[in-house]
């Protein structure tokens, strides 16, 4: 019993053995169903977070002992990222599908990372082959199998943004135009050099400060109240600034300012782009003057043109009346001899006016020259106030001249025909625009220069035209009920002859009370003695030539020549006449003795082009002065060309004449 009793226990402990032993493998089943579970989720985690990453994963077996690569897994990103299926590319070696993978660098990292272990990250580089071409930028490592994994992106779009933006960056720091950003209260975020370069400012100077440092304080508040109202409100500005640089200096600036907005349309930043415009502005200031000054002086040409017609017509309707008169039987000798006289004033009146247009046009040309001598400049007020003291008693004025040297003092070298002409003129207009009280006229010696002064009490010049009577063709009255002569030349020649003379002029004067005119000549009287000049101070104009001087005039107007021959006999000059240049090359021929010719050079038969180059080749040290109507630069050429010594326009001036003849004598 006991013995079946043992049996029987020894069933019951082994079958509870047995049945702990099936409990524990229950458990272990348990568990590896658990962890069969967590393997299933963790692999599907993996998976999808493989399939879903951005990045492009590429998982390659390593062949050949690192000698090639062959895909074993490709992500949806990475099918995207090279245009290819991942059915087309597992089993395929990477050197096959990406035959630039080598040229690329990456086959080299992939063989590192193998042998290593240490993963390795490729940066930013061109990928190209024929099929694929792009930026890429990859991460690799090592699998603990073995495998090598590739992570990669593709940041082509990336690339060539920073690549713009690199250009912008270059195109806004080589800028020919000033470029500054603010934020969006106005405060300086960045200025490119050519800022810098405009107004001495760099950036670390104006960051973070306002624009407002560049204010000249002579634009008004109201404008930049209307400059914020627009850039604030989205719109774009455009206008001008008067700013200030950082050395003090004022500067125009033509500007474009623009609203930065981002995505949510809020103004963040705005943008200035500036152009300095000072020159542009002064040259645009130049051009509306000279389109005054164009139409200013296209009225004075008119109102020129109809008075000088005036001032021409009226002496020669003065000479052809009194001459038609002339030839009255029944005319007393006085009145032949009033009207003689009126034609000789007449004719004097318009030779001054043509004498004036001529001497302009010579000064600006430059063709016309100074004669400096020894002067008198007290013999000069004598003469003058000599000659118009007829004049100033007609019109009961006082009239009286003011000598500010002696004699002895008054000696100069100057122009003294040109000095003259000036100061005649200048009296001669205080008496025309004097009706009553005085005229006074003289010089005083001011330092080394002497000062001239011609003041009257006449109608006087309005301050707005005193700048510029001294202009061609200006007077005080332009319009057609001008109460007094004149064609506007006679002050703007006396201007330039000043200047000629190395001095300056100028005018004060009150409307109505009179005006008073000054200028200038240098004091040479140190120059007197020197022993280069030829005229001694004691003999005048009419003892300066050599008693019976040779001299050939050559002219086919017969008028001309009687003209000439009674200027030059008036100096003892031995006049020979021709009539043309063939009579001329004869009389050099057979007259040795002749000093000077004076050659007219449109002439029939022979002109005084080839007779001045016949004459030349005869004589080459005789001296031919031409006098011809047409002086022009090419006419002067020409002259000068044939061997003309000297070229005189017609009408010739006497004084000029002479001088001319005396360099040669």
Same mark, same amino acid.
């Given at each position: ?23 524990? #493998? ?23 977070? @493989? ?21 074993? +897994?490709?992500?949806?990103?990475? $099918?995207? %990222? ?58 690799? @490592? ?110 125009? $600036?033509?500007?474009? &300012? ?46 020129? #043109? ?28 006085k009145e032949k001899e009033q009207y003689i006289e009126l034609i000789h004033e007449s004719g004097k009146r318009m030779l001054s006016i043509i004498n004036n247009l001529i001497d302009i046009s010579r000064i600006e040309t430059g063709e016309l020259s100074l004669y400096p001598d020894k002067t008198s400049v007290n013999k000069i007020i004598e003469k003058i106030h000599a000659d118009f003291f007829e004049q100033a008693q007609e019109k009961n004025l006082t009239f009286s001249a003011e000598a500010g040297l002696s004699a002895k003092e008054s000696l100069i070298v100057t122009d003294k025909v040109r000095l003259s002409q000036v100061l ?36 006087? &010049? ?6 510029? %009577? ?39 004067? %009150? ?74 090359? $004869? ?57 003309? +010594? ?5 009408? &010739? ?13």
């Amino acid at each position: 019993m006991r013995d079946e009793k043992q049996a029987l226990s020894l069933q019951f402990a082994e079958l509870e053995a047995l049945r702990l032993k099936v409990a524990q #493998l229950e458990s272990v089943g348990s568990i590896c169903k658990a962890t069969t579970q967590k393997i299933r989720e963790s692999e599907e985690r993996f998976r999808q977070l @493989f399939e879903n990453i951005s990045s492009g994963v590429a998982v390659y077996e390593v062949l050949d002992n690192g000698n090639d690569f062959v895909f074993r +897994d490709f992500n949806k990103s990475a $099918e995207k %990222i090279e245009t290819i299926a991942r059915k087309d590319v597992i089993g395929k070696s990477v050197l096959q599908l990406f035959p630039g993978v080598k040229e690329f660098g990456l086959f080299d990292v992939f063989q590192r990372v193998w042998r290593t272990g240490q993963p390795e990250h490729h940066p930013v580089s061109m990928y190209e082959d024929e099929r694929v071409v792009g930026w890429r930028e990859n991460y690799i @490592f090592k699998l603990p199998d073995g495998d090598i994994v590739a992570v990669y992106d593709d940041v082509t779009r990336e690339k060539q943004f920073e690549e713009k933006l690199k250009t912008i960056n270059k195109a806004i720091e080589q800028s020919p135009a000033a470029v500054v950003i603010t934020d969006r209260e106005g405060n300086i975020e960045y200025v490119n050099p050519k800022f810098t370069a405009l107004t001495g400012y760099t950036l670390e100077e104006v960051s973070g400060k306002n624009p407002r440092i560049l204010q000249s304080g002579e634009m008004l508040q109201d404008f930049y109240q209307r400059l914020w109202q627009a850039i604030l409100s989205g719109k774009e500005w455009r206008g001008e600034f008067l700013n200030r640089k950082k050395n003090g200096e004022l500067y125009w $600036e033509d500007a474009s &300012i623009s609203p930065v907005i981002n995505e949510q349309g809020r103004i963040t930043n705005f943008v200035a782009v500036k152009e300095d415009i000072t020159e542009k502005k002064k040259l645009w200031g130049q051009l509306i003057d000279a389109k005054e000054k164009a139409e200013e002086s296209d009225r004075l040409k008119s109102c020129f #043109l109809a008075n000088i017609s005036h001032e021409i017509r009226t002496p020669m309707n003065g000479i052809l009346g009194f001459s038609k008169l002339l030839r009255e039987p029944l005319l007393s000798g006085k009145e032949k001899e009033q009207y003689i006289e009126l034609i000789h004033e007449s004719g004097k009146r318009m030779l001054s006016i043509i004498n004036n247009l001529i001497d302009i046009s010579r000064i600006e040309t430059g063709e016309l020259s100074l004669y400096p001598d020894k002067t008198s400049v007290n013999k000069i007020i004598e003469k003058i106030h000599a000659d118009f003291f007829e004049q100033a008693q007609e019109k009961n004025l006082t009239f009286s001249a003011e000598a500010g040297l002696s004699a002895k003092e008054s000696l100069i070298v100057t122009d003294k025909v040109r000095l003259s002409q000036v100061l005649s003129h200048l009296v001669g207009n205080a008496l025309k625009y004097t009706r009553e009280g005085e005229v006074v006229f003289g010089y005083r010696k001011e330092g080394e220069m002497l000062e001239f002064y011609v003041r009257d009490t006449g109608i006087g &010049i309005p301050d707005d035209q005193q700048g510029k %009577i001294f202009e061609h063709f200006r007077q005080v009255s332009l319009d057609a009920t001008r109460e007094y002569e004149g064609a506007g030349l006679g002050l703007s020649l006396s201007k330039k002859l000043v200047e000629m003379l190395g001095g300056t002029i100028r005018v004060d004067s %009150i409307p109505g009370k009179g005006s008073s005119f000054y200028f200038t000549i240098p004091y040479d009287s140190h120059l007197v003695s020197n022993p280069l000049l030829k005229q001694d101070m004691q003999e005048d104009a009419n003892g300066m030539f050599f008693s019976g001087l040779p001299v050939l005039v050559v002219d086919d107007d017969s008028i001309s020549r009687l003209l000439l021959k009674g200027i030059l006999s008036n100096q003892k000059v031995n006049v020979i006449l021709a009539k043309n240049g063939k009579e001329a090359v $004869e009389k050099v021929q057979k007259v040795p003795d002749i000093r000077i010719v004076l050659m007219d050079m449109k002439m029939p038969v022979m002109n005084g082009y080839e007779a001045t180059s016949r004459i030349k080749e005869i004589r080459p040290e005789l001296p031919v002065i031409a006098q011809t109507a047409f002086a022009d630069p090419e006419e002067k050429a020409a002259a000068k060309k044939a061997g003309c +010594d000297v070229v005189l326009a017609k009408p &010739i001036n006497s004084s000029e004449l002479l001088a001319e003849i005396q360099r040669y004598v």
